[in-house]
């Protein structure tokens, strides 16, 4: 079976393409946060992680007969609201770091021992 | 939606106190007394908490089940707001002096205000907003040392880490909203009772991601990276406030969430807990050994003693020793800020005097100031958990709760775990037993130091308690147990 007959693609779009979606987007960005070691990137697959779980939360608030959907939607915009705050600490955080030691590389940010 | 007032009565203080202190700062010239307000304004909170708890005030459940008000928020939050009056009257002589010690004071206060409602939640929002304005808080409290290079830079490791750490735990907090279709922790725990065993495998992933976003805020292996880096290059009070405050609230919140909300994955997460557990105390205890610098040791040690803490969590999986658990980490975290926060006070002292953190530096501390060396022995002692001092007890209860939970579930393979407690505890005498070691045994000719009254008093505050809670350690494990009680 090749891969353009997989149920998925022919069932109508539903919970199962956005959990997938989802799962996707996080571990791009885990891979972000391991991986990169530029400070900005970091934070950019960090926000990639909260966004990938705010959609979930989302489409669980839409799908999911059994659960109260107000929870989740509520849940989401507090989720957007700390994002946001998240960035404007980090970027300030990344500003005095670039003062400091004119790098926001991570790699070369190594006074602290070990 | 009803909201009870009297339930927040300690969070709506707090919140008047951090506004207070942002005004005062943005009015008045002189910021000496900035410090001296906060305290006091602490030191006020302690007293409503406490006073609620004689009075048997402020229980009960408000803001639509988001804030639970019971023995155990009441008695946390107590320890935390004590705490941080002791961590104030630590940075009085460090902080004030300095520009910016309004922000200090605002950001110490909101992060307080983070962990106080962290202990309270009942609710998955709570826990994610509460955690969230603790660590946004505490980021710029690691870097409030502008100009020094460490400061920022573990500003950043900790923003990076926990950034990392709270997408876990959303992402675990998203999926077991699917899972039960609330976020109420109560609601929660009723849906997983008859969930479609199908879900069991989900259900498991999503409580241990929820338990990876929480250990980083308990600095349990294996995300403790950023916990030496954060203690050596944050300012002396922030990592005391950290080693503390956080570990409180992340503490509450694990109880909360795993034997609360999660009692019927017990068995899937004891193993993981146990796990965490032994990898926390070897790690934490075998990485300090090494160590040069007082602050990054104390580092490590924090992560050992998260180790010894999980432990009592692996004990309240069951339900006959789940009380005995769960009131071994409340009487251990208590016993936990009095020790910790009294050898802080010392390396704050020394470090502001001396600007010096090196373990070699104490050399001759013992002569310099006898008073404050004998403070500083008396903490590493209880910290290595010695007969005369609290930590013996704490540890006592906690390896005891795990022996009876081994006994009272026939896992005989469970007392092993305290078997590796005790190995550890003998492991880490060595490396608190080398700062007396510098202070009595090595000689220096440094000039006489002398403690300011606030630093002094905190340091004597922490040593007497250690000992204090030895001789009578009765009133505050029936406390912890009255705490527990019905959970």
């Not at chain 2, 004071?105 to 609710?123: K, P």
């Not at chain 2, 992402?171 to 069991?200: E, K, V």
């Not at chain 2, 060595?430 to 510098?438: L, Q, R, S």
């Not at chain 2, 630093?455 to 147990?481: E, I, K, N, S, Y």
């Amino acid at each position: 079976m090749s891969w353009f007959q997989l149920p998925l693609l022919h069932a109508p779009l539903g919970l199962p393409h956005v959990l997938i979606l989802a799962a996707a987007l996080f571990c791009l960005g885990l891979y972000g946060v391991l991986a990169l070691r530029h400070a900005v990137r970091v934070l950019m697959s960090l926000e990639l992680m909260l966004n990938a779980a705010n959609l979930m939360l989302v489409a669980f608030a839409n799908y999911v007969p059994s659960a109260s959907p107000l929870r989740g939607q509520v849940f989401s915009l507090f989720v957007i609201a700390v994002a946001a705050a998240e960035t404007s600490v980090a970027l300030a955080i990344f500003l005095l770091l670039y003062k400091q030691h004119q790098t926001v590389d991570m790699e070369k940010v190594d006074s602290l021992q070990g | 939606m009803t909201i009870d007032p009297s339930l927040l009565l300690p969070e709506i203080l707090v919140t008047a106190l951090a506004l207070a202190v942002l005004i005062w700062d943005w009015i008045v010239q002189d910021k000496r007394l900035l410090g001296r307000i906060a305290l006091f304004g602490l030191v006020l909170v302690s007293g409503a908490i406490g006073g609620q708890l004689l009075a048997g005030g402020g229980i009960g459940t408000t803001l639509a089940g988001m804030f639970v008000g019971d023995r155990l928020g009441l008695i946390l939050r107590l320890a935390i707001t004590g705490s941080a009056a002791l961590v104030v009257a630590l940075s009085l002589d460090i902080v004030c002096s300095r520009p910016h010690a309004g922000e200090f004071y605002a950001l110490l206060l909101m992060a307080v205000l983070g962990a106080m409602f962290a202990v309270s939640a009942g609710d998955l929002v709570q826990v994610f907003l509460s955690i969230e304005l603790l660590s946004l808080s505490s980021y710029a409290l690691a870097g409030w040392f502008k100009t020094d290079r460490r400061s920022s830079e573990a500003a950043l490791k900790y923003l990076l880490f926990g950034g990392t750490s709270s997408g876990f735990f959303l992402f675990g907090a998203a999926l077991l909203y699917g899972i039960t279709g609330s976020t109420n922790l109560q609601d929660i725990a009723r849906a997983l009772a008859h969930l479609d065993p199908r879900m069991g495998p989900m259900a498991l992933l999503a409580g241990l991601l929820a338990l990876a976003g929480l250990s980083y805020k308990v600095a349990a292996v294996p995300f403790h990276g950023w916990c030496p880096d954060v203690y050596e290059g944050a300012p002396v009070p922030v990592a005391a406030f950290l080693s503390v405050g956080s570990k409180i609230a992340g503490f509450a919140v694990l109880i909360r969430l795993l034997t609360g909300a999660l009692p019927y994955l017990a068995g899937d997460w004891l193993v993981v807990v146990a796990i965490l557990s032994v990898a926390s105390m070897t790690f934490g205890n075998l990485a300090a050994l090494g160590q040069t610098n007082v602050k990054r040791m104390l580092g490590y040690s924090s992560i050992a003693q998260a180790g010894y803490l999980l432990l009592g969590l692996v004990a309240a999986a069951n339900l006959g020793t789940k009380g005995l658990g769960l009131a071994a980490i409340v009487f251990y975290l208590i016993g936990y800020a009095f020790m910790n926060l009294g050898a802080f006070a010392v390396v704050a002292l020394f470090a502001h005097l001396t600007g010096k953190e090196e373990i070699r530096d104490y050399a001759g501390l013992g002569r310099r100031n006898p008073v404050m060396a004998l403070f500083m022995l008396v903490c590493m002692l209880s910290l290595a958990g010695l007969p005369p001092l609290v930590g013996f007890w704490g540890k006592f209860y906690l390896f005891s709760a795990v022996v009876q939970y081994a006994l009272a579930s026939a896992q005989p393979a469970y007392i092993w775990l305290a078997v590796v407690g005790v190995m550890n505890s003998v492991v880490s005498m060595y490396y608190y037993m080398k700062v007396p070691k510098a202070m009595y045994l090595e000689k220096s000719d440094g000039a006489p130091l002398a403690a300011s009254g606030a630093l002094a008093a905190v340091a004597f505050v922490g040593a007497v308690a250690a000992l204090a809670l030895f001789v009578f350690p009765q009133p505050v494990w029936d406390l912890a147990m009255s705490a527990v009680r019905g959970f």
